[in-house]
């Protein structure tokens, strides 16, 4: 049995959909699992799908993080070379040119929040609960938490969802901003699908540079992010769909995207 399964669904098969296939497990991610996972979105980035989505085949939980049992007995070498291997997924998935959106249902916990924080967008059920509870094993996040959560919900926040280890339900965790849509278990799916299809219909490359502008630019001075922004403008400008895009706004038509 695969651990990760992908297919493109959407209008047009220009969604990828990366599903989590430990169910028994709660997902959490062994090294089998990290290396398909790697290999689902390596494959993905090579492919013509223009927005990702990744859910869990268990609605109790997205992702319970890195599997304990299989890490309990390793060496001091053998845990750092496996962290190693986990850096690399979760850096593939952050990396990706194509908006990546997790749909969240039941437990995102630990590395399992971290792989949440890794994608551009959140859409949950309110059964979602989020948690690093890395300090009450004696560790800490190591993937992420504590360099992506503050972006997402402020410092002070961060601060002590990472010190305390407690777990936030989605009700919270969408006041404090984590969120991008918060929905029923019901229409958690179609809610996700609305929104990677809005993505889907933009020209590909426009959304990939500016996703990759507000990345790179957070956190910049103003003067060296002024410069960076329009580096990557005049990027896009340098399009195909550009073209596309004003000819069609002219001709009073949808536009034909095709990423070039």
Request: proline letters at 3%; aromatic letters at 8%; one cysteine or more.
């Amino acid at each position: 049995m695969s651990f990760v399964r992908w297919l493109t669904t959407g209008e047009a098969d220009h969604i990828a959909l990366v599903e989590l296939n430990r169910p028994e497990m709660r997902n959490a991610f062994n090294t089998r699992m990290a290396e398909e996972l790697m290999d689902a979105f390596e494959a993905i980035k090579r492919s013509d799908s223009r927005v990702v989505l990744v859910r869990s085949t268990n609605p109790k939980a997205f992702c319970s993080g890195a599997d304990l049992k299989e890490r309990n007995g390793m060496t001091e070498t053998e845990w750092l070379a496996q962290h190693e291997l986990f850096e690399k997924m979760f850096y593939t998935i952050a990396d990706m040119p194509q908006p990546v959106i997790a749909v969240v249902e039941g437990y995102a916990l630990a590395g399992g929040f971290e792989l949440v924080l890794n994608c551009d967008f959140v859409v949950a059920a309110e059964t979602a609960v989020f948690g690093l509870p890395e300090v009450t094993r004696g560790i800490m996040p190591g993937c992420g938490g504590t360099r992506l959560l503050a972006k997402r919900i402020g410092v002070h926040h961060a601060k002590e969802w990472v010190c305390t280890g407690r777990k936030v339900n989605a009700q919270e965790a969408d006041h404090a901003g984590l969120l991008n849509r918060l929905t029923s278990s019901e229409a958690l799916w179609n809610t996700a699908l609305e929104l990677a299809e809005q993505i889907a219909q933009n020209a590909p490359l426009s959304v990939q540079y500016s996703k990759a502008a507000v990345e790179a630019l957070f956190g910049l001075e103003e003067e060296a992010a002024r410069k960076k922004e329009l580096v990557f403008y005049h990027q896009c400008v340098n399009t195909e769909d550009r073209l596309e895009g004003v000819q069609a706004f002219v001709e009073k038509r949808e536009p034909r995207f095709l990423g070039k």
